[in-house]
Every structure is written in C-alpha cells, then in structure tokens.
C-alpha cells in the first residue's frame, strides 16, 4: 500500500504540491487524473523519492522509499520510458537493474517475455521504437516482482493491441492483490481500466472515490425519450410530474426519472415509443465537470479568434 500524508512541496513561490494525503490499496487499479500542471508528475517523483518534499510524508508499505535497501523488489515503476541507456541492448539494461537489486538473472528473461521483447532482447535500446520502449520500461517495472506498481502513461506510443495488452496486465496485477497506480491523459482508456480515481488540481485533492461514484456526483444522468406522439407523451409526462426539456430530432430529456418509470408512464398512455434510453456521462465529461476551475491553462473556442 502507499500512503500519502499532508504531501507538499514548493518550488520558489510556486505551490506544486499543497498538503495532499491518499492511500492507494491493493487489489484494485486506481487512476491518478488532473489537469496538466496539477502536480501528478512531481507527485509520484516524490513516491519514489525523486524529488524531496517540502512537508508530508510518503510509505512504501510502511517505509520510506530511501528506507528500501532493495527498492525494485517492493515497487516499480514507469516514469520515463526513454530514461535507460540507448548503448545496451534491453537484455543488458535489465540485467544491470537485476545486479543493483539482488534480483535473479532468470527474472530478466521472465520479464522480457510478458512485454512481448524477446526477439530483440539482444538489440541496443536506442535503435527502439518509443512503443518498444515503454515496453522495456514496464518490464523494467516488473523486474522485481513487486507487490506495488506505478505507471505514468503507460499506452504513450502503444498500438491498439498494446494498449489492450497493458489494460488486462494492470487489471491482472491488481486482481492478484497486488497495489496498481497509474496516471493517464486518456481518460477513454481510464475508464476501462481503473477502478478507484485519485483526482488533483492545481496540487489539491479533489476526489478520492470508486469510478461510478466519481462519474455519478460529478456529471448528469438523464433519460431520452422519442415517440411519434411528441405532444401527448409531453402532456404526460407533465401531469405525472416529470420536466421534459428539448432536445435535437424531436427528443426529449428527463432528469430524475428511470426507464422503468417513463415506460410504464408511457404504457399507462398508449404512447408509442421510439426511444427510451438511460444516459449516464463519460469519465471524460464528468472529469472536465470537476476540474474546470482548476485547469492552469485554458483554451479558447476557435470563434474567439485567438492570437498566435
């Protein structure tokens, strides 16, 4: 488990870190979401004791991370999949990481199979690809068959079955108990994968719940409603204290209602209906709902007609 208490740190007057404090459990997948320059990147330097913090704390199951003699055995992690030496071959970068951590030579092989490198394990690093890196990076992550895991966006440079590889890895490691962190811009991919959110801006905590609980509070669940018989389903939906409001093609949206109870409305009316769907936000539309008033830099639309 990691543990983050009254985490802070400041870089001259600028406050990129204020006071945050989380756990991060084993057995699930926990996304770590903000908006660019909420801290996330120097959060998890701080995790791994990259950068010293300038108030709080940090646990690795209990310790320190300078505290670890061996720290690839209890944590890995995928910070900056380029940061390995391009003049050995990926065999030889792992190898170097196994000898520092007493870990077994047999491991590196072990390794380079799951990320799916053996048939250029002998190749130098430098000539990879940057999704052939990322895969030597997590293997990098792996090598020590840690109980704890950390990912800063793992499907950077990834093709689509890669993507789909490392989202049943993570999921795979979790449900072997196992404490699963990762960070990412692609919040499609999150929804799939994560199943708790730690959520910061401008280095504060802003949400530290389950996946549905957070797309529940932070966005609209409504209902959409089509018949042929617009004006009577709206009459009834009227008199049986529903709020319809319009919506493009003739539909209608209620809030507050189920399915279940705007079909058998329907039903009780005769109405015949064409559509009846509950619709429930994204993660992404729910998380730019929360974060909106802490994104450092903001965009504007193309109708502003904003300078270069």
Known sequence: MIEVEGLTKRFGRKVAV????????????TGFLGPNGAGKSTTMRMMLGLDHPTGGSVRIDGRHYRDLAEPLKHIGALLEAKSVHGGRTAYNNLLCLAQSNRIPESRVDD???????????????????????????????????????????????????GIHWIRNLMKALAHEGRTIFVSSHLMS???????????????????????????HTNSRSYARLRSPQREQLKDALHEGGFTAADAAGGVLEVDGATTEELGELAARHG????????????????????????????SRGSGEGEGV
């Not at 840690?146 to 966006?153: A, H, K, S, T």
């Open 189 to 215: 991919e999150m929804a799939l994968t994560a199943d708790h959110l730690i959520v910061i801006g401008q280095g504060r905590l802003l949400a530290n719940t389950s996946m549905a609980d957070f797309i």
């Open 111 to 161: 390794v380079l199979d799951v990320v799916g490198l053996t048939a250029v394990a002998r190749k130098k690093s430098k000539g990879f690809s940057l999704g052939m890196g990322q895969r030597l990076g997590i293997a990098a992550a792996l090598l020590g068959d840690p109980e704890i895991l950390m990912f800063d966006e793992p499907v950077n440079g990834l093709d689509p079955e």
């Open 271 to 298: 109405i015949v209906l064409h559509e009846l769907s509950a619709q429930r936000a994204s993660l992404e539309e729910a998380f730019m709902q929360m974060t909106a008033e802490s994104v450092e830099y903001h």
């Open 18 to 29: 204020d006071h945050l404090s989380f756990q991060v459990r084993p057995g699930l997948v």
